[in-house]
């Protein structure tokens, strides 16, 4: 899965994959998961650092991809985000966590100012917002 980190950051767009997506969609994409969950709704499958949430409001609706999770690491993620562009629409700060929300939804992580996580899902995504641009 050929991905720009920067594109992520920016869109929210993470390689082939949107939210929306149905979880045999994503298979075809990626292959079968490292893990699946037991449970169905919410599924969750897991691809190395990245996981996957599907859910679906009613029974009788397919089940479709709300919510991305990557675990990382990294030290100088403040440093990155200026550099591309990106700049933080919502700061959140705590003694040891703190989060930034991007234009493009994405929630970054800390603690100990070093990045932890990356979140993007449909909940936190403002439709109202104009659309972002991309390469």
Known sequence: M???FATFLRTGQFGPLTLGMDPSAVELQLGPPDARS???NPLLMKYGP???TFWSPRSSQA???VQFLLSVVMNDFSRFVEQIGAS???ILTGDRESSIVLPSGVKASFIDNQLSAL???RRERDESRPPILTD
């Open 2 to 4: 050929a991905t720009s």
């Open 38 to 40: 037991r449970k169905h």
């Open 50 to 52: 990245l996981e996957l």
């Open 63 to 65: 089940l479709q991809l």
């Open 88 to 90: 933080p629409e919502e």
């Open 119 to 121: 979140l993007l899902s």
